[in-house]
């Protein structure tokens, strides 16, 4: 059964940037796409993007396109979002999740979660 961990959250000031990971452990990403997502406060839980297996094909949300950016590296079982401009309104707990298909992405659905890292934007 595969464990997802993110890491590489914290505290950053507007304009600036970080990057998160998600590692797999008990199994692997193999065929399997991999979506990030991320929960604010008081908010439900929204789609950042996501990436295929091959790495060949990423989807964004409108409200990060072009600022994040999904990559992987399978041999690593790992797959990272790169956040840059960061803004306040990207603070949230982001959490990447294995996923079966792309409908599963749109619906945000998926048998396994991280355990979320947090990301805090200042103005």
């Known amino acids: 059964q595969v464990q997802l961990v993110e890491s590489g959250g914290g505290l950053v000031q507007a304009g600036g940037s970080l990057r998160l990971s998600c590692a797999a452990s008990g199994s692997t990403f193999t065929g399997y796409i991999i979506g990030w997502f991320r929960q604010a406060p008081r908010k439900e839980r929204e789609s950042v993007g996501a990436i295929s297996w091959s790495g060949g094909y990423t989807v964004y949300a409108d409200s990060v396109k072009g600022r994040f950016t999904i990559s992987r590296d399978n041999a690593k079982n790992a797959v990272y979002l790169q956040m840059n401009s960061l803004k306040p309104e990207d603070t949230a707990v982001y959490y990447c999740?294995?996923?079966?298909?792309?409908?599963?992405?749109?619906?945000?659905?998926?048998?396994?979660w991280g355990q979320g890292t947090q990301v805090t934007v200042s103005s």
């Open positions: 999740a294995v996923l079966s298909s792309w409908s599963d992405y749109a619906r945000g659905r998926s048998g396994y």
